[in-house]
């Protein structure tokens, strides 16, 4: 996703900002030779992180665990697969 092409990058709404930032490092990663699934991991690690401390355990376990049947739903699939 390149938020430059649609005209985001310097959009006034933090979380579009806060995407273009993340896909720049993401891109500059793979530029450098990291895998994917490194970065997804240490991305996760972050995310999680900064919740736990900007909300606590409990929230962020909540969280997590709400977010099973939506990844089993598609909501995070940028593709299909046809069965």
Do not use: C
Request: aromatic share 8%.
């Amino acid at each position: 996703m390149d938020l430059e092409a649609f005209g985001l990058a310097d959009s006034d709404d933090e979380s579009l900002r806060a995407l273009h930032l993340i896909l720049q490092a993401w891109e500059d990663g793979a530029a450098s030779g990291l895998a994917p699934e490194q970065m997804a991991y240490a991305a996760l690690f972050t995310a999680l992180s900064d919740l736990v401390a900007a909300y606590g355990e409990d929230a962020v376990a909540l969280l997590a665990a709400n977010l099973g049947p939506r990844i089993k739903s598609g909501e995070f699939s940028l593709t299909r697969a046809q069965h």
